[in-house]
């Protein structure tokens, strides 16, 4: 591939990664309007994000392995020609039972492109300063999508109509296409055997739909109820006949040895905490922004920029600081910046102004930018080349059910503070800062305990290693790196 297709190529995966991050929360701030237009109950309102969330979860693991067995520049393809069309289906829609449909197939096509965009980025880019430099590029566009949705389905809901948020998607969509055909070269494993485990793509899907599910129905049908109890039973029944699939089968959708890399053990968990804390914090400022400062859904929604900017700004110096201190210790600053960040986001209350809001969020951009990209780049740098598209998909899919599972868990202390704080006679605002605060102080301690983890499980071996990583029919060789261990 020329220096020219390789940069070609990035832009049109980091696109199709802005598309699926700004589909992730566009459509928060449009439900009201979508509401009114369709006649829909609560129940269909929660579907049409739900519906999105469910299917993407459940698909992203198969979606990684279709990528590395039949190609990842086909599965990309065929993931972005599902997501622009039925994101066409969704602008669209009529009706409440189309919208929720469109939704759940754009989940399909996004739990296809999503790990392919990683593996081309890492097939692409072969050189260690270049391929650091693409992943910055791309964790940037996709951050900077994931602060946006607010800001263009605010935009969009409050001045054109709100089947825009998704018909937007489309010219978006077509001009990818247009550039990955020519620029994105065909990649897959190094495989001897062609053939699927079809045992291993069911179970994963079973266990992660049913997990998630129950993340999105607990707190309305009640985590006791027998519903919910047995979605978590179901998942967990799932997963022990996924992890003993995995450990016979000559073809195993995953490995369950490349888990003996720390640096995708250990990033996953970052990750995973990160996602917790995070997207759980980043759902209910958006409630804190409208319901107690008042802000309108446009102007909450620009509160997000400065973030997203800092976001940008960070990313493309990550690789710069990384080659001064090294990952590990680039990612615990970056974990420990969003600690400070959400530190001052303690601080305020309910007469914070627009501008006491920008520092915090600045902080925790810069510190988003600066962990992101160190983060993939060992991930995807501490395995083989044939497991690039399972481990994007593991490290997509652990910020998903992760971060549902955030939302569900600082939801409940929330609810819970805020309970305290009405029994005691507070007022209804009052009362939903205090849990507001104590969902922080939760998130805050979490991330906390991110910088240790990052720290410890990225750090670079202390000697030249090489190892053989056993598994039923293959070898997976994991090689270590020898660079600047203190």
Same mark, same amino acid.
């Given at each position: 591939?020329?220096?020219?297709?390789?940069?070609?190529?990035?832009?049109?995966?980091?696109?199709?990664?802005?598309?699926?991050? $700004?589909?992730?929360?566009?459509?928060?701030?449009?439900?009201?309007?979508?509401?009114?237009?369709?006649?829909?109950?609560?129940?269909?309102?929660?579907?049409?994000?739900?519906?999105?969330?469910?299917?993407?979860?459940?698909?992203?693991?198969?979606?990684?392995?279709?990528?590395?067995?039949?190609?990842?520049?086909?599965?990309?393809?065929?993931?972005?020609?599902?997501?622009?069309?039925?994101?066409?289906?969704?602008?669209?829609?009529?009706?409440?039972?189309?919208?929720?449909?469109?939704?759940?197939?754009?989940?399909?096509?996004?739990?296809?492109?999503?790990?392919?965009?990683?593996?081309?980025?890492?097939?692409?880019?072969?050189?260690?300063?270049?391929?650091?430099?693409?992943?910055?590029?791309?964790?940037?566009?996709g951050a900077l999508g994931l602060a946006l949705g607010p800001v263009v389905g605010g935009l969009i809901s409050q001045h054109i109509h709100w089947g825009w948020i998704f018909l937007i998607n489309v010219p978006i969509?077509?001009?990818?296409?247009?550039?990955?055909?020519?620029?994105?070269?065909?990649?897959?494993?190094?495989?001897?055997?062609?053939? $699927?485990?079809?045992?291993?793509?069911?179970?994963?899907?079973?266990?992660?739909?049913?997990?998630?599910?129950?993340?999105?129905?607990?707190?309305?049908?009640?985590?006791?109820?027998?519903?919910?109890?047995?979605?978590?039973?179901?998942?967990?029944?799932?997963?022990?006949?996924?992890?003993?699939?995995?450990?016979?089968?000559?073809?195993?959708?995953?490995?369950?040895?490349?888990?003996?890399?720390?640096?995708?053990?250990?990033?996953?968990?970052?990750?995973?905490?990160?996602?917790?804390?995070?997207?759980?914090?980043?759902?209910?400022?958006?409630?804190?922004?409208?319901?107690?400062?008042?802000?309108?859904?446009?102007?909450?929604?620009?509160?997000?920029?400065?973030?997203?900017?800092?976001?940008?700004?960070?990313?493309?110096?990550?690789?710069?600081?990384t080659s001064l201190i090294g990952g590990h210790r680039t990612v615990a600053a970056g974990v420990l910046l969003m600690v400070v960040?959400?530190?001052?986001?303690?601080?305020?209350?309910?007469?914070?102004?627009?501008?006491?809001?920008?520092?915090?969020?600045?902080?925790?951009?810069?510190?988003?930018?600066?962990?992101?990209?160190?983060?993939?780049?060992?991930? $995807?740098?501490?395995?083989?080349?044939?497991?690039?598209?399972?481990?994007?998909?593991?490290?997509?899919?652990?910020?998903?059910?992760?971060?549902?599972?955030?939302?569900?868990?600082?939801?409940?202390?929330?609810?819970?503070?805020?309970?305290?704080?009405?029994?005691?006679?507070?007022?209804?605002?009052?009362?939903?800062?205090?849990?507001?605060?104590?969902?922080?102080?939760?998130?805050?301690?979490?991330?906390?305990?991110?910088?240790?983890?990052?720290?410890?499980?990225?750090?670079?071996?202390?000697?030249?290693?090489?190892?053989?990583?056993?598994?039923?029919?293959?070898?997976?060789?994991?090689?270590?790196?020898?660079?600047?261990?203190?």
């Amino acid at each position: 591939m020329t220096a020219k297709g390789r940069w070609w190529a990035l832009a049109a995966v980091s696109l199709a990664t802005l598309m699926t991050y $700004l589909d992730n929360n566009v459509i928060n701030v449009a439900i009201p309007t979508i509401q009114r237009d369709l006649h829909l109950s609560v129940t269909g309102l929660e579907w049409i994000v739900s519906s999105y969330l469910l299917v993407l979860a459940g698909l992203l693991l198969v979606g990684g392995r279709l990528a590395d067995v039949y190609g990842r520049r086909r599965v990309f393809l065929t993931g972005l020609a599902i997501f622009t069309l039925s994101s066409l289906t969704a602008g669209l829609a009529g009706s409440g039972g189309v919208l929720i449909g469109a939704r759940a197939v754009q989940g399909l096509g996004a739990a296809l492109l999503m790990p392919a965009t990683l593996a081309i980025i890492g097939h692409a880019f072969t050189d260690v300063r270049e391929r650091t430099a693409a992943i910055g590029i791309w964790s940037a566009i996709g951050a900077l999508g994931l602060a946006l949705g607010p800001v263009v389905g605010g935009l969009i809901s409050q001045h054109i109509h709100w089947g825009w948020i998704f018909l937007i998607n489309v010219p978006i969509g077509v001009v990818t296409f247009a550039i990955a055909i020519p620029s994105v070269a065909e990649s897959r494993a190094d495989l001897e055997s062609r053939r $699927l485990d079809v045992p291993g793509l069911i179970t994963s899907a079973v266990a992660l739909t049913s997990l998630t599910y129950a993340l999105i129905e607990g707190h309305d049908r009640g985590w006791t109820s027998g519903q919910i109890l047995g979605a978590f039973g179901l998942a967990a029944a799932a997963t022990a006949v996924f992890l003993a699939i995995e450990s016979r089968v000559r073809q195993p959708m995953v490995h369950t040895a490349v888990f003996r890399a720390r640096e995708l053990s250990g990033g996953t968990a970052v990750m995973m905490i990160w996602a917790f804390g995070v997207l759980g914090i980043y759902f209910f400022t958006s409630l804190y922004l409208q319901g107690i400062l008042g802000f309108s859904p446009t102007k909450a929604g620009l509160a997000f920029v400065p973030m997203a900017l800092f976001v940008v700004l960070a990313s493309t110096v990550a690789a710069r600081v990384t080659s001064l201190i090294g990952g590990h210790r680039t990612v615990a600053a970056g974990v420990l910046l969003m600690v400070v960040g959400l530190l001052l986001f303690a601080r305020l209350g309910a007469g914070a102004s627009f501008a006491a809001l920008i520092p915090g969020f600045a902080v925790f951009g810069i510190g988003i930018g600066l962990m992101n990209v160190p983060l993939t780049t060992a991930v $995807l740098d501490g395995l083989p080349a044939e497991h690039a598209g399972i481990a994007s998909a593991l490290l997509n899919n652990s910020r998903e059910v992760a971060g549902l599972l955030g939302i569900t868990v600082i939801g409940a202390v929330l609810r819970a503070q805020q309970g305290i704080s009405l029994r005691a006679g507070a007022s209804a605002p009052q009362a939903f800062l205090d849990g507001y605060h104590a969902g922080l102080w939760v998130t805050i301690g979490l991330l906390a305990a991110g910088v240790v983890v990052s720290y410890v499980s990225l750090r670079p071996r202390q000697r030249p290693e090489l190892g053989v990583l056993a598994v039923p029919g293959e070898e997976i060789e994991a090689e270590g790196v020898t660079a600047n261990a203190p």
